[in-house]
């Protein structure tokens, strides 16, 4: 396979956003921006790739697969971004994983519920799944309805430092109908019921591994959170944080009559960077896979060149941007701590000016350039997919003097000569601009801080190895979640649906160290009129509706100096050229999605 343009596949992806409401003929999947009146599956699962040998589970020797970011915990729930993600969905699984073009296929259920089905209410309070029979856990266990129940009770515990508590946003209740049956019941109507047990962010983790681990708890259970229990294809024999992980395949695994998975050992191998996980894979050919691969296009393009790999491009919802803490990283005291909105930041809390000049000076095409060529595209909003806003592109084209004619107009004034602005009270507009260390990032903050530099703006760089700035527990102080600079760059996990991705700004998942580092809004945003449209959003059906109120929330966030978007990228990996049944890099769910599929040519 040939690498493939960003910008087609930005095409696929409007055209697949555009269907959303049309009639899904795929038998097995729903389509993530679909309401559920639209989709008529049935339980039949038809995932087997074109060309996959026969032969014995387990008896395609060894797999490496190259995380540069590398894992730090094998528990998806207290996972500190994708690098932690990925090393878990090898064995613990969701009821259904996203496709590559943001369909729902069935993975622990046998179908996915609509209102046609009967596994939605008709109400809209409430989505009913069916496991599949005779799944057993890696300890030969039978998986019920049960651990389905626990996973939402272990993520939702108080102090559990869960990372993905927005899973389950509006989940009144989740009940065991019976063994093989799971109700999850809903606050109010909710047409989108596709979010809690979907995807590599919220598995079915085993009840009887993590019964001690609840709450506080969690953090705790050292043996569960790197060895756990699961019903996917692998199971894991050693783990070294930020180093390596081991798996060998679950003889447990339902696919073994099959063949499935087909490697026997799998490793994911951390350290180095992105440029070098390339090279192995590219130019050496001693790893099968490459993820995450921040490097300078034209680079990328040569190592591809040698023949010895390919680069796969995976559309999603990435965006490259910059958070601007709304609480005050300076208070000795509790530093970034929101504390019911009384530690506002004491430049960027309501600055809605200074945020705007910051981004209007900002060159993106430069930056995409510089570090990403064809693979990203400049971008000015939070959601990009469709329905993009169409009012902020204003920011597409940097503009230095409208940029100082703005901050001279707010009252941000270099009253001492030494070229840095102060703010109105006499703050001078310095600033802590931290990231992982990653030379396509720090490319981006060389740029940046020349650009701000031009506004009187002075931004000091750090930059943190990823499995520390990437660390969820907010135990290190250059962790994301502790958000102990002013300002932030990095990525969204991707999700295909806007209203969970958007639900991160919202004030119930304010994420600092009173909640544990629990939740998901980093920049501690808070706006009680966010708040209720996003509740507005997360109860309509109506697709002209939804995008609508998606468009709203997101101008909201620009408009609010909450973020600065920068780059809409996919993401990037490589393969070597021997590695088959990958069907195209998954950029909606784990990149592991389909890992039992996948075998040696």
């Not at 590559?100 to 809209?124: F, H, M, R, W, Y």
Request: a negative charge; glycine letters at 8%; proline letters at 6%.
């Amino acid at each position: 396979m040939k690498r493939t343009k960003l910008l087609a596949l930005f095409a696929v992806l409007a055209m697949v956003v555009a269907a959303c409401g049309a009639t899904d003929t795929d038998a097995t999947t729903t389509t993530a921006g679909d309401t559920p009146e639209t989709t008529e599956p049935d339980t039949t699962d038809t995932t087997e790739p074109a060309g996959a040998p026969d032969g014995e589970a387990g008896s395609g020797g060894h797999f490496v697969a190259l995380q540069w970011q590398a894992p730090s915990i094998v528990n998806n729930y207290l996972s500190s971004g994708s690098k932690d993600l990925m090393a878990g969905s090898l064995a613990l699984e969701p009821l259904a994983a996203f496709s590559q073009d943001t369909s729902l296929v069935p993975k622990l259920a046998t179908e996915i519920p609509t209102l046609e089905n009967g596994g939605v209410a008709e109400d809209l309070m409430s989505v009913t799944w069916t496991l599949k029979e005779g799944v057993v856990w890696s300890d030969g266990t039978p998986l019920t309805s049960e651990d389905v129940v626990f996973s939402w009770e272990y993520c939702m515990a108080e102090g559990s430092g869960c990372s993905f508590t927005d899973r389950f946003s509006g989940v009144a209740d989740v009940v065991a109908v019976d063994e093989l049956t799971v109700r999850v019941e809903f606050e109010e109507p909710t047409p989108f019921p596709y979010v809690a047990f979907t995807s590599a962010q919220s598995p079915i983790i085993q009840a009887a591994q993590f019964a001690d681990c609840l709450g506080t708890a969690a953090l705790e259970c050292t043996e569960a959170n790197q060895f756990p229990i699961g019903t996917g294809p692998f199971i894991v024999t050693d783990f070294r944080a930020e180093d390596t992980v081991l798996y060998e395949y679950n003889p447990q695994y339902r696919g073994v009559s099959e063949g499935k998975p087909f490697f026997g050992t799998f490793e994911i191998k951390g350290g180095g960077d992105a440029a070098a996980a390339a090279t192995s894979v590219l130019q050496v050919g001693d790893a099968d896979y490459a993820w995450n691969l921040q490097v300078a296009p034209d680079v990328l393009s040569s190592m591809e060149a040698d023949g010895l790999g390919y680069v796969d491009v995976g559309l999603n919802a990435n965006l490259e941007h910059i958070n601007l803490n709304q609480t005050n990283n300076r208070n000795p005291d509790s530093p970034s701590d929101f504390l019911d909105g009384d530690n506002p930041h004491p430049i960027f809390h309501n600055a809605p000016d200074l945020a705007r000049a910051m981004s209007m000076a900002i060159n993106r095409d430069e930056l995409v350039a510089v570090g990403y060529g064809d693979t990203g595209v400049a971008v000015c909003n939070v959601w990009n997919p469709p329905p993009a806003s169409p009012n902020n592109d204003w920011c597409l084209t940097q503009d230095i003097d409208g940029a100082n004619a703005l901050l001279d107009e707010a009252g941000y004034e270099d009253t001492d000569g030494d070229g840095i602005r102060e703010t109105p009270d006499g703050i001078p507009l310095e600033f802590d601009y931290s990231t992982s260390t990653n030379a396509v990032r720090q490319d981006f903050q060389a740029l940046i801080e020349e650009y701000w530099r031009e506004i009187g703006i002075q931004a000091n760089m750090r930059n943190a190895d990823a499995s520390v700035f990437f660390d969820g527990t907010g135990a290190n102080p250059d962790s994301y979640v502790a958000f102990l600079a002013d300002i932030l760059m990095y990525t969204f996990v991707p999700d295909p649906n806007p209203a969970a991705l958007l639900s991160q700004y919202t004030t119930g998942e304010i994420i600092d160290s009173t909640t544990g580092f629990s939740g998901s809004n980093v920049p501690r945003y808070s706006n009680p009129e966010f708040d209720a449209l996003h509740a507005e959003l997360s109860a309509t059906g109506e697709q002209d509706a939804r995008d609508a109120l998606v468009v709203e929330l997101n101008d909201i966030l620009i408009n609010d100096s909450v973020l600065i978007p920068l780059v809409w990228r996919g993401s990037v990996s490589a393969f070597a050229n021997d590695i088959q049944g990958v069907d195209g890099l998954n950029g909606w769910d784990s990149e592991y999605w389909n890992v039992e599929e996948w075998f040696r040519e």
